[in-house]
């Protein structure tokens, strides 16, 4: 069965470095979102992207976040400058149909800490 | 303001009993509900929507618009559905999923 793979399962990193983690939705997938959970937090909405742009974006995503979809299967995170608050879980998804039809289907997770 | 509610993070109740997971969203609109799991060790997955009106691993969840209301249940717990639950909603025209806090389901041998 399909699933969605991300890399890496746990990342370290310095306040002020930039980090990339990395997904590969299902191939035949139209609809890819990125989700973070902060630790004992709500999973909260980062972005979605179709039709190689962004949907839409709520208001975590700043300028420090961007999300490419380099080379037709991979699906990449981008934080430009990391802070002590970007430590958390960061959950990629992907959907065929628009999620209000569609079940999403997510990796495992990558876990990144910001010292 | 679109919200989600889970009064309850922790929920532990013995195998055999009856579960209901409790779930109170806020939304303007007609919202889409849905249920997501997620096992030990395992990846968030959806367990049931409430426009498929189906029943998955004896759960049910029924929406209830008088009361804003979309609760999980099962009539006899089994202890493989130990896991977090999930409740989410999403607005017609829109790509993201609003999330509960979760809560924490133990079912007891």
């Known amino acids: 069965e399909p699933e969605v793979t991300q890399t890496p399962s746990h990342q370290v990193t310095q306040m002020g470095q930039e980090v990339i983690l990395r997904c590969v939705p299902i191939?035949?997938?139209?609809?890819f979102y990125w989700y973070r959970q902060i630790l004992g937090q709500k999973v909260e909405f980062l972005v979605s992207?179709?039709?190689?742009?962004?949907?839409?974006k709520s208001e975590i995503f700043d300028d420090q976040f961007s999300v490419e979809r380099p080379d037709g299967s991979n699906f990449t995170l981008k934080i430009r400058s990391t802070k002590l608050e970007d430590s958390a879980m960061y959950f990629c998804?992907?959907?065929?149909?628009?999620?209000?039809?569609?079940?999403?289907?997510f990796g495992e997770g990558s876990r990144l800490t910001v010292l | 303001a679109q919200r989600v509610t889970q009064p309850e993070k922790l929920l532990s109740v013995f195998k055999g009993a009856p579960v209901e997971l409790k779930c109170n969203y806020s939304?303007?609109?007609?919202?889409?509900l849905f249920w997501y799991v997620q096992y030990s060790r395992q990846r968030l997955q959806l367990l049931l929507r409430?426009?498929?009106?189906?029943s998955i691993k004896g759960f049910t969840a029924d929406l209830n618009k008088g009361e804003t209301s979309f609760h999980l249940k099962k009539p006899f717990a089994q202890e493989e559905d130990s896991a977090m639950y999930y409740c989410?909603?999403?607005?017609?025209?829109?790509?993201?999923?609003?999330w509960g806090a979760g809560t924490k389901l133990i079912i007891k041998p």
């Open positions: 992207f179709y039709n190689n742009e962004i949907s839409e």
């Open positions: 939304y303007s609109g007609s919202p889409e």
């Open positions: 989410a909603l999403t607005g017609g025209s829109n790509y993201q999923l609003i």
């Open positions: 409430h426009i498929s009106r189906e």
């Open positions: 998804a992907s959907s065929g149909q628009r999620p209000n039809t569609g079940e999403l289907f």
């Open positions: 191939s035949n997938h139209l609809y």
